[in-house]
């Protein structure tokens, strides 16, 4: 197993590279403030992101509260991770990192200023320290079960000028990225159209299934979402609420984890209820 670092002082953009380090140098697993991720997911830990005070923090992210270096350090040895990428804001605090984790010594040192440019940098300071805004690694859906009761924004919303509601002090939004790092990537409707059908052909009490739409959500040249909306027929004698709501779900994380892209809404037209008949045989 390899250890390679990314450090920088707080709020200037790490965690927004991280990805971008970690694919550079063939990292499979990263560890930023307190979490350790895997191929998108948050294998374990808890992020130094929740903690309410400042000191806390501190405190998550270099694993010294009871219990965190150990659960994170059973989940290393579980994974076997190929190379991992340690996040920090010095050279001392990823070393004291590596060291509580008893990871092997780290080979390689990336320095934010490295990396991104001094415009880059400021403007992360000032989304970070004036906006509260937080960047986790990972795609929304693995977000939301961590951070229940925080906003989960796109990355994008960081970088280019909105109307942000005013939030109450002390109140978090919670950043996932998205694909720009690798390049344009561009998802045919025909793949959500494909998910769509599967997942609901898929039912056993559906008997058809047609007018599939997907509708792109803009904000000027910026997409926020999609909403799907189908019509289905169904078989008489099921509790349709239930399985209606059931079927919307598995769309929507479906769709989630297999593009990155947000569901906003997931709407299921009923046209009409199948009656099987019976056929009586005279005897």
Known sequence: MDVIALVGPSGTGKSHRALQVAREHRADAIIDDGILIKDGHIIAGESAKTEKSKIMAVRRAIFVLPGH????????????????????????????????????????????????????????????????KHIIPVPTIE???????????????????????RRKLGEKSIVRPVFSYYGKLVIDDKVILSIVERIIKAREFVKSLGGITVKHLLHGDEER???????????????????????????????????GMLVHAVDINVRALYVEQKVRRLL
Do not use: W
């Open 225 to 259: 979402g999609l909403t799907i909306s189908c019509e289905v027929v169904l078989s008489y004698g099921n509790h349709i609420p239930t399985l209606i709501r059931q079927t919307q779900g598995y769309i929507r994380e479906a769709i989630e984890f297999t593009t």
């Open 143 to 165: 977000l939301k079960p961590h951070f229940s009761g925080y906003l989960v924004n796109p990355l994008q919303s960081i970088f280019k000028q909105s109307n942000v509601r």
């Open 69 to 132: 270096a150990e659960e994170v350090r059973e989940a290393v040895q579980r994974i076997q991770p190929h190379r991992i990428l340690v996040i920090g804001t010095s050279e001392n605090m990823v070393h004291k990192i590596a060291k509580t984790l008893k990871l092997p010594s780290i080979q390689l040192i990336i320095r934010i200023e490295d990396i991104a440019s001094r415009a880059e940098i400021e403007t992360a300071q000032f989304h970070r320290l004036k906006e509260g």
